[in-house]
């Protein structure tokens, strides 16, 4: 893979749109030579005196990188749920933190991060020490494969992304997406006369294959080939599928090959990529890595991004604090070639403007204070809390049901390849089945659900087997409820809010499949206190049981 | 003035973009008796555990409400400017401030106000107690006559304005907008192909005679009737001017009347109205008012906002906190009629979602400890530091030019009706006028610019006569340099940043003035310390003189 710069080899700028072209720098960019001149009497602009900022000083408490703990705790063998309440989260008691204080005034070495700048109005890339942060981190843990990428900031993925289209797409446009995906990124599309292609899934997300076959089928009278495309390949939202290097690669030629397709990759789980699951009897503590090799063991041990595939600049990567740092902290990044980076940057400065400053102050403060390997010490504790909760919902799951495992089938193909779990009612409560009981479920019993456990991100997929429901039948044409939203409502009623699968259904159109024969729920594990995922599994388990029964 | 619903009187939703319509709520929002009710079960949402957000405290200095003095400190009579040093902003060795703590942990009567919120995603129309604090602010300032407004954040004007623009413009729209007005306004719509057609000014702003003949003659051919209004009606943006109630009545019944238009009010000043402008040597100190009687007084002397005499909701007012609190916090909010806001909220859902926590946090305490009449205490602080800031600019162009006071004419139409300044190269240095050198002086002298002082926001707005200049002569079809960018950069070359006048002009076809004849050049009095403001003021000077001697 050549390392060159994208502009030399191919040209981008028939990507923009309408919109996007005509967007105009400032007039006054032209005399930039003079506005960033030391000790300029500034008449020009409308800037208030520090003087009237009320705040004197910001502080906080942050907590420590290291706040939480590298290893799995194995669980005692003779209570499986006695641990349940200290398996995660943090323990009030043994916090640690460290202080972080802003204040107004500026000192020569603070590098900008004082309060007189960060109250002011700022650069639509952001301040200059985060914008510096985010550049270096792209660089080390993304290694894109062309050398001018620029970073950028925004106020997180959803701001992000919507500024993708405005600035790639046109009315009448098409974009390429997963046949299951994240609704909001279609709401923010579709005002702007933006449909969607969606493509099959497997395993992995997005099939090579099925983009292939739309893109070279594509029938022009449709409109426009699609140059856009909207993913999430890590921890994908809904189905949590994570893609390796090889798929990306596979796609990444494809949209170099027949459509001239921009990736716009949302990756907000990237760093929440977990072990595989493993039944928790057969659980054992991983071999611990020298000191000196964590952090290239950590990044080598991720999926890697588009961007370090990403020879001629296609990709525009959204990245956010919002599953890392805070989600109320509304801040995150493009990393991309210039020539989109000037544009977004236009966009900025008449919509946004720069990200709030105090957020950006205390978002940046904690990343000098930590460091570029106290950051990467932080996410390393993080995605263990995660496969923490990702393993205690599939425990609680297996405590409730009669779990088996199984190959996934080819006419399984979104899970084509991977092992899926299918539960049944259990035999006997709280037992164990005997081998002979394991090797003739599937003839005795019916399946409620199946799964594969996630690999990254937040979520489980649960496939609903409504072809086992006594009342199911395909849905016709009337408004009548479909079986999903019927479940979906009496867990509600329940007391346990879920995410019905036809909310992901990319095309609502053309479903993938029937609600009324396969239905689907996403259900998070990143939010619940232990306690109280096992009291939703609880009633999960009992609502799906009499469900079923109807 | 009735105040009945906008909505039983009116219809505004045809005033509705093809892209707002295309808006769609959120298929979730029909569930929404399941969210909103205690203690369910989150498996539903993608939102992290609080307990991994790396903020445990939030705290801050804040300036005491009562920091700044209420009365202009009159200046010793023997030294016009040793006081000079001390006449605004704060003294850092007297400063007040009350301490801010923001936990992590919710509490029963925090209101919410708590990082496990502020952290947390949010909704697009504010944290609730902010919510409450601007919809109760709104009704006792602004008193809008209609009943059933709303209020909604939004992250600055910016945001706001440009969000205005894609929710009531389609492509070939035209906005109205003053003559001269602030550009980056233009460049939010002019993507969108929205064209603009101005408006003819004086002393209050935009004129009323001046919309009816434009709206009343308007060519159809030329594309659909404007609609929506963009105005910045106190301290105009570039002219400074402020526009009193009876022409916003004026111009109200005409929007009603002639073209159904919407009225988007951005109003980033309205705190900032101060006093005419006295000569310093003239200045007496005014009457106290009781102190019961002082609020009322306060938003009395105030020019209103059109949501006053708005009885058919057909105004979006845009207020922002980056003047009153500070531009980085990215925080202000709409107030405007019930269909528009749901719409706006739509909008903010799928780009910005909520405006960052930390800022809606800080400001949110900060206003919950000043209280209601606290904040205004502060604004009323604020606006006498304007006021001395504006007072100090006029009274060092006094001590480097002659200044003349002439009512303004009927042929300086932008002016007419109020006190004119107009500056000539002192008689002698630092001397005052004899009586009857005053009397002679525009027949012996010829003038350099004039200006009125301003009766609110950041600027003084300046006309330079360039008919005076030796070298002037009307503009020519070439591309040389006006008359008024050589003087830009002249004093750029001086060490003084202004902003030229054409970067002001609405329509760049058409400009009000020829920049060779009659330029401008907005100087901002918002920022500069006192010396260097006077500093600034000298070079102004020396620079204005030269040039006009070429």
Redesign the interface.
């Known amino acids: 893979m050549a390392t060159e710069k994208w502009s030399k080899s191919i040209d981008l700028s028939h990507h923009l749109s309408d ?2 072209n ?3 720098m ?3 960019k032209g ?1 930039q030579k ?2 960033g001149r030391e ?11 520090t ?13 420590v990188a290291d ?1 939480f703990p590298l290893a799995v705790p194995s669980p005692p063998s003779s209570s499986p749920f006695s641990w349940l309440w200290h398996l ?3 323990d ?1 008691r043994t ?1 640690r ?1 460290s202080r972080i204080v802003v204040p107004k ?1 500026p000192s020569p070495d603070d590098g900008g991060l004082n ?1 007189s700048v ?5 650069p639509a890339t952001g301040m200059a020490l985060l914008q510096a942060f985010i550049q270096d981190f792209s660089a080390k843990v993304y290694q894109p494969a062309f050398s001018d990428f620029t970073t950028l900031v925004h ?2 993925n ?2 992000g992304w ?1 500024r993708v289209v405005m600035t790639l797409c046109n009315k009448g446009d098409t974009i390429i997406a997963e046949e299951w995906t994240y ?2 990124a279609l ?2 599309a ?4 933006v449909r969607v292609m969606p493509v099959g899934m497997d395993a992995q997300g997005m099939r090579a294959d099925s983009l292939r076959q739309l893109l070279s089928e594509w029938d022009e009278s449709k409109g426009h080939r699609p140059h856009v495309m909207y993913t999430v390949p890590v921890g994908q ?1 809904p189905s949590g599928a994570t893609m390796k290097l090889e798929r990306k690669k596979e796609i990444y030629d494809i949209c170099v090959e027949f459509g001239n397709v921009i990736i716009a990759e949302d990756d907000p789980y990237f760093f929440l990529q977990v072990d595989d699951y493993v039944p928790k009897a057969e659980r054992t503590p991983k071999p611990t890595v020298a000191a000196k090799d964590e952090i290239t063991h950590f990044l080598g041990s991720l999926a890697p991004s588009y961007l370090k595939i990403d020879y001629q600049g296609r990709v525009i990567r959204l990245d956010t604090f ?2 890392t ?7 995150g990044w493009f990393t991309c070639n210039p020539l989109f980076a000037e544009r977004l940057e236009r966009q900025g ?11 950006q102050t ?1 978002v940046t403060k ?1 990343l000098q204070n930590w460091k570029y390997e106290g950051y990467i010490r ?1 996410l390393r504790g ?1 995605r263990i ?1 995660y496969q923490l909760r990702r393993d205690l919902f599939v425990d609680l799951l297996s405590e409730e049901f009669d779990l088996m495992q199984s190959p996934g089938t080819r006419d399984q193909s979104a899970w084509n390849g991977c092992t899926v779990y299918t539960a049944y009612p259990k035999a006997r409560p709280r037992g164990l089945l005997t081998m002979s009981e394991k090797s003739t479920i599937g003839a005795v019993r019916k399946p409620l659900f199946s799964f594969v456990p996630p690999s990254a991100g ?2 489980v997929w649960v496939k609903l087997h409504f072809d086992q429901h006594p009342m199911h039948r395909p849905r016709g044409e009337e408004e009548e409820e479909t079986l999903e939203m019927q479940l ?1 409502t009496a867990l ?1 009623d329940a ?5 019905p699968g036809w ?1 992901f259904v990319a095309d609502k159109q053309n479903t993938p499949t029937d609600p009324n024969v396969e239905g689907h729920m ?8 232990a306690e ?2 096992k ?2 599994v609880a ?2 388990s009992k609502t799906l049981k009499d469900f079923f029964k109807n």
């Open positions: 919109l996007a005509a967007r105009t400032s007039p006054l005399l003079y506005f000790n300029m009497i500034a008449f020009a602009g409308g800037l208030p005196s003087d009237y900022f009320p705040f004197a000083t910001v502080s906080a408490d942050a907590l706040s995660f989260g943090s009030k916090e933190t005034a309060l960060a109250l002011q109005y700022g106020t997180g959803t701001d919507s609704p909001s709401a923010s579709a005002p702007f006369g939202n919002s599953k740092v805070a989600p109320g902290v509304r801040l400065e008449t919509t946004t403007q720069s990200p709030c400053g105090l957020g205390l904690l932080w993080l809390q937040m979520f979906w509600a007391g346990v809010l879920t995410a909310f996403r259900m998070s594990f990143s939010n619940a206190e109280e995922m009291r939703g009633i999960f």
